[in-house]
């Protein structure tokens, strides 16, 4: 298997994760938005995380920022499977700061609230999955990118 | 086509994204929704409240279906408190037991506020729950902590336990757990404010707010 190839092949796996994590986000976003995390009884396991002030910023739910940051990453990995060699130096800087607020959320759960919610725990999962992929990425050769 | 093929592929997820969200939004929304109270005929168990905070004539009611367990039924008392300041002599509210399944100990914790209130101490019993929800949510033994709250709050601790295991309180919390169900209530707090569900993108202060400003304007909520 040629450098390219395994190349490409990675970044179609970095997308189709990444719409693992859309979705998984999008869940999240909707049960934000319909009102339901302000409730006990309908997700036991998440109220307590999604109900806090630290699930949202201002109005904001985070969890749509999250289907909002796998979007890119689907759309960016999509791209650069594809030859556009230029997407994965946005790819890179998502990935980087979604790592980064995984760690915090991750942070919020176990020290500050005490609560896990499997969903977000999902969410942190396909997070690292994706870093771990990009850095498998071999580094791209010098050429005229698209 | 392979030139353009990325760009379909990217615009059939966001919108394949976008349509699966907002018909999960629509059939969680439809789930949340209560029925208006007016409207539920089978709701007349228990139609009478029992405890009432806030001017008795007031010319708006709202209603709560909590459970003591509950974590946002605790953040909406504390709202509660400064709602009947705010509106004084305009609001009174109710408060109707729903104990959910999946809390322990939320039960126990509504046997011990209608024992309370059979001492006349409902609401003290009431501040002290939610005060100590997370105390007690977590307690192995919670009567022994129920006990000393009532002994706090100045309860005969004897006559209290007896009547945590009387059947007049079981009687009040199925009574208020019937008609909850037959509302299609599922989900705590659940709100109404003068019959009318409030919606559960509208559970924050300030949707409350406007539901309580509405309903003394005389305008039938949204």
């Known amino acids: 298997m040629t450098v390219s190839r395994f190349r490409t092949i990675l970044y179609i796996v ?7 994590g859309l979705a998984d986000a999008t869940f999240l976003s909707v049960q934000a938005l319909s009102g339901e995390t302000t409730s006990c009884g309908g997700s036991p396991d ?24 796998y979007f890119c990453v689907f759309a960016f990995a999509t791209f650069a499977a594809f030859g556009y060699a230029r997407a994965r130096t946005f790819l890179i800087p998502i990935v980087g700061a979604m790592f980064l607020a995984t760690l915090w959320f991750l942070y919020v759960q176990a020290f500050l609230l005490h609560a896990y919610c499997r969903y977000c725990l999902l969410s942190a999962a396909i997070t690292f999955l994706i870093a771990g992929l990009l850095i498998a990425v071999p580094p791209s050769e010098r050429r005229s990118d698209r | 086509m392979k030139r353009y093929l990325p760009f379909l592929i990217v615009i059939g997820v966001a919108l394949g994204t976008f349509g699966s969200g907002a018909m999960l939004y629509r059939v969680k929304h439809s789930q949340l929704q209560a029925k208006p109270e007016a409207t539920a005929l089978s709701a007349n168990s228990g139609s009478e409240p029992t405890h009432i905070r806030g001017n008795p ?30 509106y004084d002599s305009r ?20 046997l011990a506020a209608e024992a309370a209130g059979l001492q006349g101490r409902f609401w003290e019993m009431y501040d002290v729950l939610y005060r100590e929800q997370a105390t007690w949510s977590k307690a192995p033994n919670v009567r022994e902590l129920f006990e000393s709250y009532a002994g706090t709050i100045g309860l005969n601790v004897d006559q209290f336990r007896k009547d945590m295991d009387g059947e007049q309180a079981k009687a009040r919390i199925d009574s208020d757990f019937a ?26 202060p300030e949707g ?9 304007a005389g305008k039938p909520q949204a």
């Open chain 2, 208 to 216: 409350v707010r406007a539901a309580i400003n509405a309903a003394l």
């Open chain 1, 46 to 69: 998440c109220f307590r995380v999604l109900g806090s002030s630290y699930a949202k910023i201002g109005r904001v739910p985070v969890a749509l920022l999250g289907a909002f940051a």
């Open chain 2, 179 to 204: 008609r909850a169900e037959s509302l299609g209530i599922k989900v705590t707090p659940s709100l109404y404010i003068n019959g009318q569900p409030l919606d559960a993108k509208d559970k924050n």
């Open chain 2, 91 to 110: 609001l009174r509210i109710v408060f109707r037991h729903f104990p959910l399944a999946v809390h322990e100990h939320a039960r126990e914790a509504s």
């Open chain 2, 57 to 86: 004539e007031a010319p708006v009611t709202l209603e709560e279906y909590g459970d003591f367990q509950c974590p946002p039924c605790g953040s909406f008392a504390a709202f509660a408190e400064e709602l009947l300041k705010e």
């Open chain 1, 14 to 20: 970095v997308a189709i994760v990444a719409v693992a």
